[in-house]
């Protein structure tokens, strides 16, 4: 079955699996909010083992609808039929499939056919990551499965472009708390945002973000100009900074008179594309997709301050410590670190103590809470602390109770040094 097909968007179902004393049980499956899923199978910059992971879902809501409502506990998958769906070499297919049983338990039985055609079922471990929207909880599922190497990376792949989640019933109000939490984190919110307007064209959004010139900073604008002087087809790093922009701007009181949308086709899978950009081009593009360089000394012992902190903090608190660093967790803190100064950041930290537990989150603060602008505005208008301004003293937490311990944090050559450093601390 060919993507053009789903005429019909389908963005709810339910489907059967397996659990580990292989019973069957019902399980209900929907979208996020305004997302086609047929929009994601070729999403640009995303890894296949993504795509196809979204692909697979939606097969299952497919054929839920298609069969009037009946739940499915097994689809039928070619090599032709995903490699044609996700935009990937035939060749590619079985790697892509084994990868995501390794990391999420689905079960693959290859039938008496050609075309390397497979049956394709769900088990326990694969929905158990429906719950999974936390950073701690997204790392004791990698412990829990025992997922490393590769097969880690693939996992957080689909943790950040996953499109499908499931109903409130079948989460608790921690769980559902987090998803909510997760939604409104840049990243996610800039991707949902991407999948949902994925049949615009880089112009479309540019003229659209070009109304709302005025209600964007001197470094937006400035980037906006760097856009528009891009001759050929965006890079990662400018398309990432459109989508943003756009969603930023959409949020500034559109209508549905605003036609922004502009669509100059209605291809899911053509709407960035210039002519002349090949399949090897843009294979080249997913294999160089650029992971985070390693932040420089300063930042090293920053980040080793944040966590010392946070864990001191976290000692007399209803909160998780932080025993892992990840790579999201140290991009999230050089973020908080573009808005905010260092001592901001640890006096916000120490601030925790002071405010009450909302009951409504199991955690009095979590990591994922506390990286979000409202949380750390919250916070530092809180914070009781009186500041010495006259202090020209060279050591900024020299007025912080904690300042002898913050400052024997060591210095580190490396991030490999660092996360060593928190695993013995």
């Known amino acids: 079955m060919s993507t053009n097909t789903y005429l019909k968007p389908v963005k709810s179902g339910e489907l059967i699996y397996y659990t580990t004393d292989d019973k069957t049980l019902k399980f209900k499956i929907k979208t996020f909010k305004n997302i086609n899923p047929v929009n994601s199978f070729k999403a640009d910059y995303v890894r296949y083992v993504a795509n196809a992971y979204n692909f697979i879902l939606s097969r299952f809501a497919y054929w839920y609808d298609r069969k009037g409502q009946k739940p499915q506990s097994y689809i039928i998958l070619s090599t032709e039929d995903l490699a044609k769906n996700i935009g990937c070499a035939l060749s590619t297919v079985d790697r892509v499939l084994k990868s995501l049983e390794e990391t999420f338990g689905i079960k693959r039985q290859r039938m008496n056919a050609t075309g390397g055609v497979r049956m394709i079922s769900i088990t326990s471990q694969f929905v158990e990551f429906f719950s999974i929207y936390s950073e701690d909880k997204y790392q004791e599922y990698l412990d829990k499965y025992n997922v490393h190497g590769a097969n880690e990376y693939t996992c957080r792949q689909v943790y950040r472009y996953r499109i499908w989640t499931t109903s409130d019933k079948n989460l608790t109000a921690e769980e559902k708390s987090e998803r909510r939490d997760f939604v409104t984190r840049s990243n996610n919110k800039n991707y949902l945002h991407y999948v949902a307007t994925s049949n615009r064209s880089d112009s479309a959004r540019i003229k659209f973000v070009e109304k709302f010139r005025n209600k964007l900073t001197d470094l937006e604008k400035q980037q906006l100009q760097r856009i528009k002087n891009a001759l050929s087809k965006l890079d990662y790093y400018l398309h990432k900074i459109l989508i943003k922009l756009e ?173 060593t450093w928190i695993k013995n601390n």
């Open 247 to 419: 969603q930023k701007c959409s949020g500034f009181g559109i209508t549905k008179n605003d036609d922004h949308q502009e669509q100059q086709s209605t291809s899911t899978h053509e709407r960035n594309q210039t002519e002349g950009v090949t399949a090897e081009q843009k294979s080249a593009a997913r294999i160089h997709q650029k992971t985070p360089e390693d932040p420089d000394a300063n930042a090293l012992r920053f980040i080793a301050q944040f966590v010392f902190t946070w864990n001191k903090v976290a000692a007399s608190e209803s909160m998780n410590h932080i025993y892992r660093l990840t790579d999201n967790r140290i991009q999230s803190i050089m973020s908080l670190l573009e808005e905010y100064s260092e001592r901001e950041i640890i006096d916000a930290i120490r601030c925790i103590n002071s405010i009450d537990h909302n009951t409504k989150y199991k955690y009095k603060m979590s990591f994922e809470r506390f990286i979000q602008s409202e949380t750390m505005n919250y916070l530092l208008e809180y914070n009781p602390i009186d500041y010495n301004e006259n202090d020209d003293t060279e050591d900024m937490f020299k007025s912080l109770k904690e300042a002898k311990e913050l400052n024997s944090v060591p210095y580190f050559d490396s991030l490999h040094g660092l996360k």
